[in-house]
């Protein structure tokens, strides 16, 4: 079976209807689709061939929603790079990937060359290769279950795996959720959360896929949410717990406009009283869990189902529920989440046995805990036992623990997430100091923070005689709370 070029295809449909608006910029799809052959022309020019991995360290923007059509043009695998990140971890998603060119913006052009001189990759602005005089790349065929998209997860070893989707991942992805929550042409779908993000990816496929329009907002901003969704016609938007509670707390009990359709609301679990608020706005929530390895939604609570019900998976996804001993359980039993769907990815690049782990007998192991109701609904129980969500954004210990043990002064280290009412959960450090010790929690502080993303840097470190750990010698880190710390 062959892919169509979906972009093309959508601007030999529908060439005037409005395709993206970022700021005072504005296209349609045929002027979306011919900006793409350029900046696709320019990267063929540069010598990227089909196959080869193209990352892209940019801010939401336009600039963004090209290279991510641009690289499906050439037949390019897609390194979209979480800006939020240190030089050190982009250098190396950058070799473990093994990219051929990194593109990058003007905001984010100090962090990208010092990332590409570390990794040895080409680094490239955005600008000086948009503006070229390159002759269009002319559209064609694609395998859709080829390499299309690279998106880098953190995994509990410490070390960030790639997970692998293809044109068919995405493909499957947009047409169960426009079977599940319904997709209309004149829908505009906001996007204010990061495009390097899997979700944000979803969205510039779904709207192709269905020709509607995408509203990309640079950064999220309440006020500013608030205003597309009153006064822009913003008819979906998509959120995470942190954000809803920043829009509501700006807007207060304010009703939405009779254009927006619904909040697709995902990045981990939405407290009771948070959906309590939006109800009370009357914001349609459509509580959703996903991830990336399944190209997004797994399985979604469409608005105005009962709170207590469950998430119902979408349309050609099967979940299961599996037992400690791999054993598929009933309802209402308790284990492991389990997916099969079309949506899931290849695997993990260049990780054979990490890809043997979470993909089995063509069912992918999540490794998140839940139970599915006598309705067949899902409830997610815990985001994967270690992992902390943090305002949308995943946080695995490991990945932490690994910098910490680094620093000289610390023996041994656990983190774990500790709840809080803005972030939904922060990381805290628990730390066992080497003799002679004299690091204290702002020099362990900035350690981290020079090694780290800024939202993975604990915000505490309690300095303790030892650790909680099992007979076998396995860190509980949900006993970590209850360590004495030195006074």
Same mark, same amino acid.
């Given at each position: 079976m062959i892919a169509q070029d979906w972009l093309a295809e959508r601007a030999r449909r529908t060439p005037s =209807? +409005? #395709?993206?608006? $970022?700021?005072?910029? !504005?296209?349609? *799809?045929?002027?979306?689709?011919? +900006?793409?052959?350029?900046? !696709?022309? #320019? &990267?063929?020019?540069?010598?990227?061939?089909?196959? %080869?991995?193209?990352?892209? $360290? &940019? =801010?939401?923007?336009l600039p963004a929603v090209l290279l991510v059509h641009a690289a499906r043009r050439c037949g390019a695998v897609l390194l979209p790079l979480n800006t939020r990140s240190t030089a !050190?971890?982009?250098? *190396? #998603?950058? =070799? %473990?990937?093994? #990219? +051929?060119?990194?593109?990058?913006? %003007?905001?984010m052009r100090d962090i990208a060359v010092a990332a590409a001189d570390v990794s040895g990759v080409a680094a490239s602005a955005f600008d000086a290769l948009a503006k070229r005089d390159a002759k269009p790349l002319a559209p064609g065929d694609a395998d859709p279950d080829g390499p299309s998209s690279l998106l880098y997860t953190s995994g509990t070893t410490g070390r960030p795996k790639g997970a692998l989707l293809t044109p068919g991942n995405f493909f499957a992805s947009a047409v169960a959720s426009a079977m599940h929550l319904g997709a209309l042409p004149t829908d505009r779908w906001l996007a204010c959360m990061p495009l390097f993000h899997v979700g944000g990816l979803a969205i510039l496929w779904r709207s192709v896929l269905q020709g509607s329009a995408v509203i990309v907002h640079e950064r999220f901003d309440p006020d500013r949410v608030n205003h597309t969704l009153d006064e822009e016609g913003a008819t979906i938007v998509s959120l995470t717990a942190t954000m809803l509670s920043r829009v509501l707390d700006v807007r207060g009990t304010r009703a939405p406009a009779r254009s927006l359709r619904f909040v697709l609301l995902g990045g981990? /679990? $939405? /407290?009771?009283?948070?959906?309590? +608020?939006?109800r009370k706005a009357g914001l349609p929530v459509a509580t959703t869990y996903g991830l990336t390895e399944a190209t997004s939604q797994v399985a979604t609570r469409p608005p105005g189902a009962d709170p207590a019900s469950g998430a119902i998976p979408l349309p050609g996804t099967e979940v299961r529920i599996a037992g400690e001993d791999d054993r598929w359980l009933g309802a209402e039993a308790v284990g492991e989440i389990c997916v099969r769907? !079309?949506?899931?990815?290849?695997? *993990?690049?260049?990780? /054979?046995?990490?890809?043997?782990?979470?993909?089995?007998?063509?069912w992918l192991r999540t490794g998140d805990v839940g139970r599915l109701d006598a309705a067949g609904g899902l409830h997610v129980l815990d985001r994967r036992s270690d992992l902390i969500v943090s305002g949308g954004e995943n946080i695995y210990p490991a990945e932490v623990e690994a910098v910490l043990l680094a620093h000289p002064d610390v023996a041994e280290v656990g983190v774990a997430g500790v709840a809080d009412p803005e972030w939904g959960a922060r990381p805290s450090a628990w730390w066992v100091p080497r003799p002679h010790a004299t690091a204290d929690a702002a020099a362990l502080a900035s350690f981290c923070r020079e090694r780290l993303a800024g939202y993975k840097v604990p915000s505490a470190f309690h300095c303790v005689a030892t650790l909680p750990r099992t007979a076998a010698g396995k860190l509980r880190r949900h006993a970590l709370g209850e360590t004495p710390s030195f006074p």
């Open positions: =209807q +409005r #395709a993206v608006e $970022c700021g005072d910029e !504005a296209l349609d *799809y045929a002027a979306l689709d011919a +900006r793409v052959g350029v900046l !696709a022309g #320019a &990267l063929r020019d540069d010598g990227i061939a089909p196959g %080869d991995v193209v990352a892209g $360290c &940019l =801010q939401n923007g !050190a971890e982009l250098a *190396y #998603a950058l =070799q %473990d990937a093994g #990219a +051929r060119r990194l593109v990058h913006d %003007d905001a981990g /679990p $939405c /407290p009771g009283p948070l959906l309590g +608020r939006a769907s !079309a949506t899931v990815m290849r695997g *993990y690049w260049r990780r /054979p046995d990490a890809t043997g782990e979470a993909l089995r007998d063509g």
